[in-house]
């Protein structure tokens, strides 16, 4: 990792990183009618193809909002195990013209056997999955010692549900957050849930944020997909405003990752990892969500 990409940890503050519903290249105004069949207008999310070279390989193509490119392309190498923690990048070359960004790697790269075992995942926007990523998956080892108190989940929920964000503009968008304690550290968004992860770890990459101490928030699903990238990514605490799929519960349970859904309001329902809950405050403390942020949680689960 070239020293133009270090920062340390402790420099980070809440909400180093957040999304900028005010930036022009990532929504659009459509004109349409409305129930009344009277003109209206609607701020809609953008979408654009990127794709990502790995030296002067050919990795994938997906579809993202733009925004902070550098960090999907590298988060979505280091998911898919072709970035090593040790590697060197060298260069990250991105041409907003041609849509394209390649990664340069001290290490010499090639991922042909590996492209060729590709896996249509779970999340929207078709996310893809190279190689046999349960062999990484199993031998990850979470901390046991980190934990998440009932007043940092309150906290930390209401935070990031009344900060602006294009889920409040426009919708149709899918939200990811690192945190620690009560803090939320790097909030990202995109089309696909498995993008705004990919973010998170490109961020984590190339900042050497360690995760063993962290916790992942997600406005998406609890499925297998998700559970497998925040576990490979080392993060021992998984929180979402949806629900869970019965895959997802299984390898939460089989890593030992606590998994944390229907976290709406003062509800919230753990089936993995319990032990890591402290139930330091009372449920009742915690105020309902303001009635401007409830349909993020119905669209989460779209």
Not at 5 to 25: I, K
Not at 28 to 35: K, L
Not at 232 to 255: D, K, N, Q, W, Y
Not at 273 to 289: H, K, N, T, V, Y
């Amino acid at each position: 990792m070239t020293d133009d990409h270090q920062a340390r940890y402790s420099d980070l503050v809440e909400f180093e990183l957040r999304p900028d519903p005010n930036d022009t290249r990532l929504t659009q105004q459509v004109s349409g009618i409305d129930h009344h069949g009277k003109p209206a207008d609607a701020a809609i999310v953008c979408e654009r193809p990127l794709t990502l070279f790995l030296n002067s390989q050919e990795i994938v193509t997906t579809m993202t909002i733009g925004d902070h490119p550098e960090l999907l392309a590298v988060g979505f190498l280091k998911n898919q195990g072709m970035l090593k923690l040790d590697d060197t990048i060298t260069a990250i070359d991105y041409d907003d013209d041609l849509n394209v960004i390649v990664v340069r790697t001290a290490r010499t790269t090639n991922y042909e056997e590996t492209l060729r075992k590709r896996v249509q995942t779970s999340g929207c926007g078709q996310g893809t999955a190279f190689g046999d990523l349960m062999e990484t998956f199993r031998a990850v080892q979470l901390s046991p010692n980190a934990i998440i108190k009932t007043s940092w989940l309150y906290v930390l929920t209401q935070k990031i549900n009344t900060s602006p964000s294009l889920y409040l503009k426009a919708g149709a968008i899918h939200g990811c957050v690192l945190a620690h304690q009560d803090c939320p550290l790097i909030y990202v968004e995109d089309v696909g849930r498995h993008n705004a992860v990919d973010k998170i770890a490109g961020y984590m990459q190339l900042n050497t944020v360690s995760p063993h101490d962290k916790i992942f928030y997600t406005t998406g699903r609890l499925t297998s997909e998700m559970v497998i990238k925040c576990v490979t990514m080392g993060i021992p605490i998984l929180v979402s405003r949806s629900g869970f799929t019965a895959l997802g519960v299984e390898h939460a349970r089989s890593a030992g990752l606590t998994l944390i859904g229907r976290a709406r309001g003062k509800r919230f329902i753990a089936l993995s990892g319990e032990d890591r809950i402290l139930f330091d405050a009372d449920p009742q403390s915690r105020l309902e969500d303001p009635k401007s942020t409830s349909r993020k949680a119905a669209e989460a689960d779209l």
